[in-house]
């Protein structure tokens, strides 16, 4: 199930994933895909030029993590298309959660605004039971 959030026209829509194959719990590693989905509702093409993110552990720990584009990418998103991508997370414990925002670009007017990003949280299947 996804976690979305719509800014200003821009529809952020976040899954995840545990990685057992590259988590090792003994020594504190714990790794989580997430698939965002980025859809352009507005009326104006936009591009994604930096991202922000806050990610917490569950030990109390918290780290930021700016930078430009998503992968490598800076995508321009015209009106009623989107953009997909996969990425990743490690945590210290098996579970947390991450929020940010898009630094968006309106390519018509270069005016500069923030798409938020939901929060979404990144559990261990087996912490659920």
Partial sequence: MAT????????????T???PEYSNPANEH??????????NLSDYTIQLMR????????NGSHREVEGEGVVGLQPVIEPGESHEYISGCN??????S???EYQMLRLLDNTVFDAQIPEFYLIAPFKMN
């Fill in 4 to 15: 979305t959030i719509i800014t200003d026209g821009v529809k952020v829509s976040v899954e």
């Fill in 17 to 19: 994933q545990y990685q």
């Fill in 30 to 39: 714990f790794m989580f895909a997430y698939k965002i989905h980025i859809e």
């Fill in 51 to 58: 991202r922000h993110w806050s990610i917490f552990d569950s």
């Fill in 91 to 96: 945590l210290k414990t098996d579970m947390g």
């Fill in 98 to 100: 991450m929020k940010g």
